[in-house]
T-cell receptor
Framework: AQKVTQAQTEISVVEKEDVTLDCVYE???????LFWYKQPPSGELVFLIR??????QNEISGRYSWNFQKSTSSFNFTITASQVVDSAVYFCALEGGSEKLVFGKGTKLTVNP | DGGITQSPKYLFRKEGQNVTLSCEQN?????MYWYRQDPGQGLRLIYY???????QKGDIAEGYSVSREKKESFPLTVTSAQKNPTAFYLC??????????????FGPGTRLTVT
């Protein structure tokens, strides 16, 4: 069975703070893909990143960075110098041999001015 | 612009009535999906379709039905058999299903309230 755990239900920070959203996954598949999506208040999910299980390189995109560690089954997401526009619910998801995307329950991030 | 449209944004129905949620995409994607989102929960897969005239049940298909007669359309019917239909419904599409090679693109969602 595949499972994604986002232990942080809600996080509140002040603008310009750095924040890390945790994601821990479980799978028996050797080939799998991990995703992060952002859901702003409008409701539509926005794709942020996809990583496959064979690529453990960390990735940086502007203020966003992702740390993938197979040894701890984690795929954490860091926002540097957070902004009010970063306020949203963030979902981590996993797709393995079942060919279905399994989502975590999400972390609601509030960035206060 | 290419994308996924869902209509309406908000839908209200009386208990016992069937209701159909619309999902259209002009991305030329083969695969389409329906998810349900409840407060504080992740997304749960209802149905998905890899190709026209074919679809498979997801994790919570009971009380729902779908059709895929056209590549660009994947309507979801919430039947009276669905015990707790009030939820936020999201439609998605991807170039192809499975393997994780392709991300899913999501529509704006339909919030269904049944009283």
């Amino acid at each position: 069975a595949q499972k994604v755990t986002q232990a942080q239900t809600e996080i509140s920070v002040v603008e310009k703070e750095d924040v890390t959203l945790d994601c821990v996954y479980e799978t028996r598949d050797t080939t799998y893909y991990l995703f992060w999506y952002k859901q702003p208040p409008s409701g539509e999910l926005v794709f942020l990143i996809r990583r496959n299980s064979f690529d453990e390189q960390n990735e940086i995109s502007g203020r966003y960075s992702w740390n993938f560690q197979k040894s701890t089954s984690s795929f954490n997401f860091t926002i540097t110098a957070s902004q009010v526009v970063d306020s949203a619910v963030y979902f981590c998801a996993l797709e393995g041999g079942s060919e279905k995307l399994v989502f975590g329950k999400g972390t609601k991030l509030t960035v206060n001015p | 612009d290419g994308g996924i449209t869902q209509s309406p944004k908000y839908l209200f129905r009386k208990e016992g009535q069937n209701v159909t949620l619309s999902c259209e995409q002009n991305l030329n994607h083969d695969a389409m999906y329906w998810y349900r989102q409840d407060p504080g929960q992740g997304l749960r897969l209802i149905y998905y379709s890899q190709i026209v005239n074919d679809f498979q049940k997801g994790d919570i298909a009971e009380g729902y039905s779908v059709s895929r007669e056209k590549k660009e359309s994947f309507p979801l019917t919430v039947t009276s058999a669905q015990k707790n239909p009030t939820a936020f419904y999201l439609c998605a599409s991807s170039i192809a299903a499975g393997s994780g090679k392709y991300e899913q693109y999501f529509g704006p969602g339909t919030r269904l309230t049944v009283t």
